[in-house]
């Protein structure tokens, strides 16, 4: 028999992986939080289809984990380009009031 605790933890990380593929992060770390006290109040042993929940749940963390990576990484890309753009100008400005 699967905990109902599980049961919960599984639907919010349902919606955890639905928040993040709309890149609303705000939405997933509330729900992650959420979540934590659930998974934290699992108790040893699982039945096997407990333990099937418990290893979907990793799988779903650590896709949207590696999604939020990437969208981290392209952020920072486009960080950088804005401040090359603002360097840019900077320098245009110095350089026009010579």
């Given at each position: ?24 992060w ?10 934590a ?10 039945p096997p ?29 486009r960080q ?19």
């Amino acid at each position: 028999m699967v905990p109902e605790s599980l049961t919960q933890a599984f639907t919010l990380t349902q919606a955890i992986e639905a928040a993040a593929t709309r890149s609303d992060w705000v939405k997933a770390a509330a729900l992650v939080e959420t979540r934590a006290p659930l998974l934290k109040s699992l108790q040893p042993p699982q039945p096997p289809e407990a333990l099937d929940i418990i290893r979907a749940i990793q799988r779903i963390d650590s896709a949207v984990a590696i999604h939020a990576q990437a969208e981290k990484d392209a952020m920072a890309v486009r960080q950088s380009h804005a401040m090359q753009q603002i360097e840019s100008v900077s320098l245009y400005q110095t350089t026009g009031m010579l």
